[in-house]
């Protein structure tokens, strides 16, 4: 069967934005990202997930001071970060924020995964219980079209973008290193 061209293009073209405009995102555009992500299948459908939205200067500024490489947080519109418990599965939050990345997409919101690298201080600043995790963000808003040009063209002279090709990644029946 072929793939359905707008759908399988949009799962291709998902990049990683970290410029956005000062706009706040519409609270009916939040409202179909998250019950994007809340829709996410999860192991045994246990639903092991809670999504903290930070929306404002403060707790953005906050949230920044938990990870290494979070100008995207501060740049953006909202962060959303995301929680499990002791025994949720990283694979399904991977797979929420997958979703919450691919829908705001379709509806014109850039994102960028993050990853809080001091998990202590990131539950400290969002009041998330000891045990759970809380080691990944979304930072969400509308595109920057100039700055993220520029960025990419950065990224793209420095060799940080592309994919390795599938032959490299692949292999038939045993591992291939
Ligand atoms: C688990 C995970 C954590 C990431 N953490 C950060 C981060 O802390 N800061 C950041 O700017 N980008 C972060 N990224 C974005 C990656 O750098 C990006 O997905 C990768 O470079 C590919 O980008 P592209 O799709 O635009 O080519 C993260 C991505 C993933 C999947």
Redesign the pocket.
Known sequence: MAPTPPCYDHVID?????NFLPDAVTPEHLAAILEAARWTGSSKNTQQWEFIVVDTPEGLEALASA???????LNSALTVALVWPPDGYEFDI?RA?QNLMLAADALGVAS??????DEDRAREVLGVPAGHRC???V?LGYPDPEAEAAE?RE?RAAG????KPLDEVVSKGRYSG
């Open positions: 998902l990049r990683a934005t970290r990870g290494t490489f979070t100008r995207p947080v991977g924020a960028c995964p993050i990853t809080l690298h080691r990944y963000a930072a990419r990224r940080k973008t592309g994919r």
